[in-house]
């Protein structure tokens, strides 16, 4: 029996990873949130988003944990940003399996 580690390469696990992480609207609407900022958020995101603040913040750890986002996520001090780097190397994850896909042919049934 092959592990994940064995059967899946270091670049699919990262990508899940990141799609799991961006798998909920919210999560979709703090990323679009934060890269309209030129610098950090600070501030209260719980008024710019419709949701609870505990709720927020299991979101931000989740975006955080997954290296997306980058800053201090505990009251009182609240600030966050993208994670430049990592946010680099997502975007060359994901376009790696879309590049991919569309170059395939769509097969016709």
């Not at 950090?40 to 989740?62: F, R, V, W």
């Not at 609240?78 to 994850?93: D, E, G, P, R, S």
Request: with cysteine; proline share 4%; glycine share 2%.
């Amino acid at each position: 029996e092959m592990t994940k580690s064995e059967y899946f390469t270091k670049e699919q696990i990262q990508t899940a990873r990141l799609a799991k992480a961006m798998a909920h609207p919210v999560r979709i609407a703090i990323l679009q949130l934060l890269t309209t900022q030129s610098c950090c958020y600070h501030g209260d995101m719980a008024e710019e988003l419709p949701i609870a603040k505990s709720t927020l913040s299991q979101h931000l750890n989740e975006l955080k944990d997954a290296g997306l986002i980058q800053g201090d996520i505990t009251p009182p001090t609240v600030k966050y940003c993208i994670n430049k780097q990592n946010w680099t190397k997502a975007k060359k994850l994901f376009n790696t399996i879309f590049d991919e896909v569309a170059l395939k042919e769509v097969c016709k049934k």
